[in-house]
């Protein structure tokens, strides 16, 4: 039964890599596929914010489906229609195509987040140890590797489809074949008495929501906003300009590759809490930088402490609702596309209207009132990460691999 645990733990980073580079592909050639359809800038907010709304439906979509179907088999097929949907963006030739395209990534998107949360959450608790930065790291790696696909594809003028069609194939087919082994927490359906709390549930998730807002409000911030603020604030290149999203996902890397140390260590409260602080910072450094070293000082903090709250929010929701977690992560994942709306609008309001400086300081304030929440965080009978771990030969005979 080890052997099944670890291959569906791999399976399910490689889910999650997978997805950091479809997604990254996407959000990084942004402009490239305005210019291949003919969007107006008027149109394109429009575009961008349908999919993280059809992301929230999908999201909501995929509470009612896990009553009846596993996660992992939900996972299995949304995968490939958010891979076929990236390509569809990549090879179509029409405005119409590219709204169709664009809605099955977002409805595929928000089943594929919030089925490859839940699955990550029911193995942590089989493992009885914090493992979810682990799954969140491997996404952070896919994006790196993704963007780094966008640049090429951008530098070597690749047509959308050409720099897409590669990837696709290779993902694809690998991501269908992981899928043999992912590992289920439970049976479809067996979530339904705790799911039939809704009022009660969201009551006590509320403070969980709130945290995944404000922690996708810090990330839309750094990937709409660093690199024109490099450039038109703090005077850089445009070259210099790209590198502080880059520098934002390598330390988002880092800082999940040794977070779950961090949590079973010190628990995920103090881990919470010095990752808000740490963001905090690296915003208020940002507003204040007299140049772009600092400012990408600023951005570095920024990514080292804002990565550990999202894959905790998801594992603490688990803990706080252990017989309804599937429920508390599909609606708790519909505020990081809440958040992803609200961000990147609210900091460009407030910097045209103000000053982009302390526009920065928005965010600043919002990691921070993260500091109240953290107590929700903190474990309950599972004990996660606070010296009360369960032994790693945890029984596993609620799993199956999905099949």
């Known amino acids: 039964m080890t052997d099944v645990l670890r291959r569906g733990r791999a399976s399910l980073a490689f889910s999650f890599f997978a997805q950091g580079a479809t997604f990254a592909l996407l959000v990084t050639r942004i402009p490239a596929i305005q210019y291949r359809y003919g969007v107006s800038d008027g149109l394109l907010p429009v575009f961008l914010a349908a999919v993280p709304i059809l992301a929230g439906v999908g999201s909501v979509t995929t509470e009612q489906l896990v009553k009846r179907i596993r996660p992992s088999v939900l996972l299995r097929w949304s995968q490939p229609v958010v891979l076929l949907a990236l390509l569809g963006v990549g090879a179509g030739d029409s405005m119409a195509e590219?709204?169709?395209?664009?809605?099955?990534?977002?409805?595929?998107?928000?089943?594929?987040?919030?089925?490859?949360?839940?699955?990550?959450?029911?193995?942590?608790?089989?493992?009885?140890?914090?493992i979810m930065l682990s799954f969140h790291a491997a996404y952070s790696l896919g994006g790196i590797v993704g963007a780094s696909l966008a640049w090429a594809g951008a530098h070597w003028h690749l047509a959308l489809w050409v720099s897409y069609l590669p990837v696709v194939v290779v993902l694809l087919p690998a991501a269908l074949v992981g899928s043999r082994w992912y590992v289920d927490g439970g049976a479809?359906?067996?979530?339904?008495?705790?799911?039939?709390?809704?009022?009660?549930?969201?009551?006590?998730?509320?403070?969980?929501?709130?945290?995944?807002?404000?922690?996708?409000?810090?990330?839309?911030?750094?990937?709409?906003?660093?690199?024109?603020?490099?450039?038109?604030?703090?005077?850089?290149?445009?070259?210099?300009?790209?590198?502080?999203?880059n520098v934002y996902m390598v330390m988002c890397l880092v800082g999940r590759g040794i977070g779950d140390l961090g949590v079973r260590?010190?628990?995920?409260?103090?881990?919470?809490?010095l990752g808000a602080v740490v963001a905090a910072v690296g915003f208020a450094v940002v507003a204040v930088a007299p140049g772009a070293g600092v400012g990408m000082l600023g951005f570095t903090l920024v990514g080292l402490g804002l990565c550990v709250l999202v894959p905790q929010t998801f594992a603490a929701a688990g803990r706080l609702f252990p017989g309804a977690s599937d429920t508390?992560?599909?609606?708790?994942?519909?505020?990081?596309?809440?958040?992803?709306?609200?961000?990147?609008?609210?900091v460009g309001a407030l910097g045209d209207a103000w000053s982009y400086r302390w526009a920065m300081l928005v965010p600043m304030v919002l990691v921070l009132v993260t500091l109240v929440y953290a107590r929700s965080f903190a474990p309950s009978a599972d004990r996660y990460g606070d010296g009360h771990e369960r032994a790693r030969t945890a029984d596993v005979g609620r799993g199956s691999n999905g099949l």
């Open 328 to 346: 508390a992560i599909a609606r708790l994942n519909v505020f990081n596309y809440v958040g992803f709306l609200i961000g990147s609008p609210l």
């Open 188 to 245: 479809p359906g067996s979530e339904a008495e705790g799911a039939e709390a809704g009022p009660l549930v969201f009551k006590l998730l509320l403070p969980l929501c709130l945290v995944m807002t404000f922690a996708y409000i810090g990330d839309s911030t750094v990937s709409n906003w660093s690199a024109k603020y490099l450039k038109d604030v703090l005077g850089s290149s445009e070259q210099v300009a790209t590198v502080p999203y």
């Open 98 to 130: 590219l709204a169709v395209a664009l809605g099955a990534f977002g409805l595929g998107v928000g089943a594929l987040d919030a089925s490859m949360n839940m699955l990550g959450v029911s193995l942590q608790r089989t493992y009885g140890r914090s």
């Open 265 to 273: 260590r010190f628990g995920a409260v103090a881990v919470v809490r």
